[in-house]
Nanobody, 120 residues
Framework: QVQLQESGPGLVKPSQTLSLTCTVS??????????WSWIRQPPGKGLEWIGY???????YSSPSLKSRTSMSRDTSKNQFTLQLRSVTPEDTAVYYC????????????WGQGTQVTVSS
């Protein structure tokens, strides 16, 4: 089965860059036609989609976060990465990586999530 694991610092200072890596096992991040995605959930709020990097390397970000978001991948390591710049305490959340397909939940896998706190 496909497994995803988030990793990165749990504490980031305001104005700095939040960097997370998702390591994928059991499947290739280049496999057609999957979208390797980042989602977050602030405390007391719902899930918020951040963006994805596709099987072909194309990226698309939520309009509300696009100006601060960069995503990339390393196919040799089967990893994809999120960078969120100029963070504030409002960016504190549990961050998830996930695989989404085009045909429904049968194709979807989620990591367990990782807590990131923005604080000085």
């Amino acid at each position: 089965q496909v497994q995803l694991q988030e990793s990165g610092p749990g504490l980031v200072k305001p104005s700095q860059t939040l960097s997370l890596t998702c390591t994928v096992s059991g499947g290739s991040i280049t496999t057609n036609y999957y979208y390797w995605s980042w989602i977050r959930q602030p405390p007391g709020k719902g899930l918020e989609w951040i963006g994805y990097i596709s099987y072909s390397g194309n990226t698309y970000s939520s309009p509300s976060l696009k100006s601060r978001t960069s995503m990339s991948r390393d196919t040799s390591k089967n990893q994809f990465t999120l960078q969120l710049r100029s963070v504030t305490p409002e960016d504190t959340a549990v961050y998830y990586c996930a695989r989404f397909g085009l045909v429904g939940s049968v194709s979807n896998y989620w990591g367990q999530g990782t807590q990131v706190t923005v604080s000085s």
